[in-house]
């Protein structure tokens, strides 16, 4: 594990918050892949990179949902942290018509894919969902990032304060009865990646999509992350559509909890 300073944080919703640091070994990082953030004194999570940079500056983006993710986000400038990694799998980057579906903070690791998408896409359609404007995120880099590209954005919201009042997935859908995809990005919830993965199954679209799962020793190692014959650490958090077929009567409906036992979504 290195122990990294905290060079600069940005509150991004009244529960997410960006840390920057610098780190050597994350500037090579894949857009998808992931930290174990050790936070001293209280815990060590996973966290997706949401800011990669080859000269090593590297930002995550943390929403407080429990112990270790709220004492992260009381993290200043200055501040040290510890970071394994990067682990897993990323987004495999693919040229023509690609769309990217992001919900809450499941658009941190879509900012760096974007990226790279920007460079080699033909087209990118965002449609980013969230419960609320308050929890919106990423609307002026998404805004700069597709500047320069044939582009589309679609945002929701549950309670219709922002954007299009609906759940994000019916508007992937009126997308692809639309136009044809090369291939679909999703990270978010799971019930949100699990339908989108349907629909993109349904109108024959490849689908990558970064799963969540508890994880303790982000290698391979200790099964927490199981899902199936998958360990999400090592073999994603990035799956594929095979892969995710091969895990159909799990995905989106049971995760393993932190004692190992199986329970619903
Ligand atoms: C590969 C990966 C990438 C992730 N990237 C991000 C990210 O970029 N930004 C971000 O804010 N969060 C991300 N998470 C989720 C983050 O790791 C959890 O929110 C965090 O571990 C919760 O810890 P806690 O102590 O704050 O909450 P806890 O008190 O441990 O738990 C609070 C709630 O969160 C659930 N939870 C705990 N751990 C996880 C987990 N690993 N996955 C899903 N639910 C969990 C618990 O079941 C409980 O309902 C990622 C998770 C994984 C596996
Ligand atoms: S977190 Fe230990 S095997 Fe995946």
Do not use: H
């Amino acid at each position: 594990m290195r122990t990294v300073e905290v060079i600069e944080t940005k509150e991004e919703n009244c529960s997410v918050k960006t840390f920057t640091f610098s780190d050597e070994i994350c500037g090579k990082a894949e857009p998808g892949q992931f930290v174990m953030v050790w936070i001293p004194g209280v815990d060590e999570i996973p966290i997706s990179l949401s800011g990669i940079n080859s000269d090593g500056l590297t930002s995550i983006t943390v929403n407080e949902v429990g112990e270790a993710s709220s004492a992260l986000n009381q993290k200043e400038k200055g501040d040290i942290i510890g970071v394994r990694g990067p682990f897993g799998k990323g987004f495999v980057p693919t040229k023509g018509n690609v769309m990217i579906v992001g919900g809450g903070t499941g658009l941190g690791p879509m900012m760096p894919l974007t990226e790279k998408l920007v460079k080699i896409a033909d087209k990118i359609t965002v449609m980013s969902g969230v419960k609320s404007k308050f929890n919106l995120l990423f609307l002026d880099r998404i805004t700069k990032l597709l500047s320069d590209i044939d582009s589309e954005t679609v945002f929701t919201t549950e309670d219709g304060s922002y954007g299009i009042e609906c759940l994000v997935t019916e508007q992937v859908e009126l997308k692809l009865i639309k136009e044809k995809y090369d291939m679909i990005y999703t990270c978010g919830p799971e019930q949100m990646m699990y339908r989108t993965f349907i629909l993109a199954e349904q109108y024959k679209v490849p689908v990558q999509a970064s799963l969540e799962r508890i994880m303790r020793c982000g290698i391979g190692l200790c099964g927490s992350c199981a899902i199936g014959t998958i360990r999400v650490c090592k073999d994603g958090p990035v799956l594929t559509s095979t892969q995710l077929r091969s895990i159909r009567e799990e995905f989106g409906k049971f995760q393993l909890d932190f004692t190992g036992k199986k329970r619903k979504l």
